[in-house]
Nanobody
Framework: QVQLVESGGGLVQAGGSLRLSCAAS????????MAWFRQAPGKEREFVAA????????NYADSVKGRFTISRDGTKNTVVLQMNSLKPEDTAVYYC????????????????WGQGTQVTVSS
C-alpha cells in the first residue's frame, strides 16, 4: 500500500502563488506515476498535472500549462505542485494520486489518493 498526504493549500488572491506538497509513504518503490487532480463544487474531478517518478517526464492540462509546475524530490518521496498566476477558476480541492503504470489523465486509473487540500483563489 501507498499512503499520500497533501499540504499547502489555502486562500490566495488572483495572480498569486501557492505551493502544494504530497508526501508518499509505504511501498513507494512501486510508484511509477504521481499526479495532481482537482475537483470544484458540482464538477467532476479533473486532471491537473503528472510526473513519471523515475524519469521526471511531465504532463499538464491545457488549462494550467505555463502557470503550474510539477516536480519530485526522490530523496523525500515528495511531489510538489507550484502554482503561479492563479485564477478564480483554479479554486478546488486538490488531490494527489499515484499509480504503478504510465501517466494517464483519467482519475479511475489511479489506485492511491490523498485526502485533498483546499485551494481558494479570490478575485
Amino acid at each position: 500500500q501507498v499512503q499520500l498526504v497533501e499540504s499547502g493549500g489555502g486562500l490566495v488572491q488572483a495572480g498569486g502563488s501557492l505551493r502544494l506538497s504530497c508526501a508518499a509513504s509505504g511501498r513507494t518503490f512501486s510508484i511509477y506515476t504521481m499526479a495532481w487532480f482537482r475537483q470544484a463544487p458540482g464538477k467532476e474531478r479533473e486532471f491537473v498535472a503528472a510526473i513519471n517518478w523515475s524519469r521526471g517526464t511531465t504532463n499538464y492540462a491545457d488549462s494550467v500549462k505555463g502557470r503550474f509546475t510539477i516536480s519530485r524530490d526522490g530523496t523525500k518521496n515528495t511531489v510538489v505542485l507550484q502554482m503561479n498566476s492563479l485564477k478564480p477558476e483554479d479554486t478546488a480541492v486538490y488531490y494527489c494520486a499515484a499509480r504503478r503504470q504510465v501517466i494517464t489523465t483519467t482519475p479511475s486509473d489511479y489506485s492511491y489518493w490523498g485526502q485533498g487540500t483546499q485551494v481558494t483563489v479570490s478575485s
